[in-house]
């Protein structure tokens, strides 16, 4: 019987011994993944396909055959990135109303899921991420429209739809601001504070990350234009939760879901 893994093949090997051989889908996949982690260490012009090869554990002839050039490596690379994070840091609002309790509920999942080393999304593509995005910023931004567009076909939508809800229900300063700018300033600063952490210049401990955690939402709630009324409910609220972190060196079962709400 079969058992090989979804996307491999058996085939022989010397004697009894039986290794897999994988489908062009999936080994296209890992060299692109491979490639991802190379252009957000060295840049687009630094990498090879010789690094790559290396990265990947594959050889340079075969990465051509799958990407005849740099260009589709690279395209490739920033797909694999892009879907990474689409699928495992931007949150599904189709069952949640727009409200100033989704609002404040949705700014603390994202922070949780910056912040936390529990969300579903492994430490590396979390790092490959923010370094692409911030390499992008740096140089034609392409990528970071890329990744931005993804947001703002389904997860932006929703935040300035509850930006609109807190506006009708009195619970937002007047204000003429943009809400299209509001929402790239309030997602890049996850990305930012993330980076920071990312690069070990934000604790590490449990309670300083929780505080950091918490500071960043009342941050990002000011920042929106929340009345301060409704900020100072609201945060004494969450500092009063039991929020989960990351996981640590003591922990087994790590858990960064946000408690429920008991209003």
């Not at 920033?78 to 840091?89: D, K």
């Not at 601001?177 to 997602?187: K, M, P, R, V």
């Not at 930012?192 to 934000?202: A, N, P, R, T, W």
Request: neutral net charge; contains cysteine; proline residues 5%.
């Amino acid at each position: 019987m079969d058992r090989s893994p979804p996307g491999q093949e058996p085939v022989a090997g010397k004697g009894n011994a039986r290794r897999t051989r994988l489908q062009p889908e999936m080994r296209m996949q890992r060299i692109a993944q491979a490639a991802a982690e190379v252009f957000a260490r060295s840049g687009f012009a630094a990498t090879g396909f010789r690094d790559v090869a290396r990265a990947s554990r594959t050889s340079e002839a075969l990465i051509y055959r799958y990407f005849p050039t740099k260009q589709a490596l690279w395209d490739a690379a920033l797909e694999t990135v892009r879907n990474n994070a689409a699928s495992q840091f931007i949150l599904s609002p189709e069952t949640a109303q727009p409200s100033t309790a989704r609002l404040i509920d949705l700014t603390m999942e994202l922070a949780l899921r910056f912040l936390s080393d529990a969300e579903v999304m492994q430490p590396q593509n979390r790092e490959t991420l923010n370094r692409m995005l911030l390499r992008s910023l740096s140089e034609d931004a392409s990528f970071a429209r890329h990744m931005f567009g993804a947001l703002n076909a389904g997860l932006s939508r929703h935040f300035q739809d509850c930006l609109q809800a807190a506006r009708d229900s009195g619970d937002m300063e007047p204000s003429e601001a943009d809400d299209s700018l509001l929402t790239t300033l309030f997602f890049n600063l996850f990305f930012l504070v993330s980076s920071l952490q990312m690069h070990g210049l934000l604790s590490q401990s449990r309670n300083e990350l929780r505080e950091a955690v918490v500071d960043l939402v009342e941050f990002q709630l000011r920042g929106i234009g929340l009345r301060a009324s409704v900020v100072g409910r609201e945060m004494k609220r969450i500092r009063s939760l039991p929020i989960s972190l990351g996981k640590q060196p003591d922990d087994h079962q790590p858990d960064s879901r946000l408690p429920d709400r008991h209003d």
